[in-house]
DNA sequence: TGTACATCAGTGAACGCGCGTTCACTGATGTAC
DNA sequence: TGTACATCAGTGAACGCGCGTTCACTGATGTAC
């Protein structure tokens, strides 16, 4: 049952797309091929026609979601759409929202895969830093302007950013135990990252 | 063979101690307990003498290993030993330094275990969280003092906590692809942590 | 354009392997008398 | 204090299970003529 070349693309596709939820859910280990490829709505024989091994697919999603991820950070804070300030303040509260911190599968990928990649080698690490390069380039940008030279704006980001995925990854730790605790570090993390003091000279030199 | 009490309750904690290095090291999932055994100088059979099931031992890790670093920030920024705002600088320092980034398993446990903790349930993230309020109160009592009120206080101390451990996180992994972009966010995190306005009213209402 | 054949996406059984856990066994330690 | 017996830390083989990967097979698609 040979299928069109159109056909097959969009499958494997959906293949990584449904890997893109799963392993920011469980984690690269946390889920099977043959769970994956059922999600996809396959048997887990197929895999092998679209991956090389579990870890090439790894790489692609990691390339893939951290490219979408940037993209989607690009949209929602393109300068043409409103006020610098306000755009960055409404991204950094969905990135911290109660929904994407109980829903790793669609939010923030940075954050989840972070630490799955220290545990691989290769093209998955080289995805990762790439990826994490061009994200940091956009959320640069994003950043509400203060006058300042392009490195010291790199460094807020670098840090502003980094208060987001530890953020996120503490509140999501203790969040089934301890609700107030979590919601208290989102609304903590996210009023130093989006105050003035923070977006204006925290990491300049 | 039996051994005396004391024996076999400082084998017991020989078998904690490599668990908690191990696991900061390759995660929850990413030893086995043959393997931690072996490391331990034992064989696995008599694993389940000491633990009823690996999860049960991941609580005792996770219980022991937060307690420890949270004793050891106390002891590091003991208001006795100099200026707070010196003693704050060095263990930030020491935090972010490229050997607590390449050794997570003698570095700060909750930047490690905070994702495996996400995939575990029960016993092992009431530890985490109980352990992790505790390290944070600690953190708070290490701030270099301004004039604020508690909570102000608590809210730097998350915020600035939170950009610790994910700086660690994002360095961790990109060192191996690319140790300059690695470096800079250790540089860019310590930077904004330590600077006078993220200690300041970043994070305050 | 039609036809014959090679290709390959998908199926589902099977592979070797390592995992967490259990078990029968050993023999020094702890304890009841 | 001495003795007989129960206890239990450690050993290493074995268990069932799920993993990533391979394989023979199917049959529609792609292609060479």
Redesign the interface.
């Known amino acids: 049952m040979r299928l069109t070349k159109e056909r097959a693309e969009a499958n494997r596709q959906r293949i990584v797309a449904e890997a893109g939820q799963l392993f920011r859910e469980?984690?690269f280990?946390?889920i099977s091929v043959a769970e994956l490829m059922q999600a996809a709505g396959f048997t887990h024989g197929g895999f092998y026609n679209h991956f090389a091994s579990k870890a090439d697919l790894m790489a692609d999603v990691t390339r893939d979601v951290l490219a979408k991820a940037t993209a989607n950070l690009l949209r929602l804070t393109d300068p043409n759409e409103g006020r610098k300030e306000d755009l960055f303040a409404v991204y950094v509260d969905m990135y911290l929202a109660p929904a994407a911190r109980d829903n790793?599968g669609r939010a923030c990928p940075?954050?989840?895969?972070?630490?799955?990649?220290?545990?691989q080698?290769g093209e998955v690490?080289?995805a990762?830093?790439?990826g994490?390069?061009a994200y940091l380039e956009a959320f640069a940008k994003a950043l509400p302007d203060v006058t300042e030279d392009r490195a010291s704006r790199?460094?807020?980001a670098?840090?502003?950013?980094?208060?987001?995925?530890?953020?996120l990854?503490?509140a999501?730790?203790?969040a089934?135990?301890?609700e107030a605790?979590s919601q208290?570090?989102l609304?903590?993390?996210g009023?130093?990252?989006k105050?003035p003091?923070?977006r204006?000279?925290?990491?300049?030199?």
């Open positions: 469980r984690g280990d946390g790793p940075i954050s989840t895969l972070s630490q799955d990649v220290l545990r080698e690490k080289r990762f830093a790439q994490l390069e790199r460094a807020r670098i840090a502003a950013f980094a208060a987001l995925i530890g953020g990854a503490m999501r730790a203790v089934s135990e301890n605790f208290e570090i609304d903590c993390v009023a130093a990252v105050s003091s923070c204006n000279d925290a990491g300049g030199r």
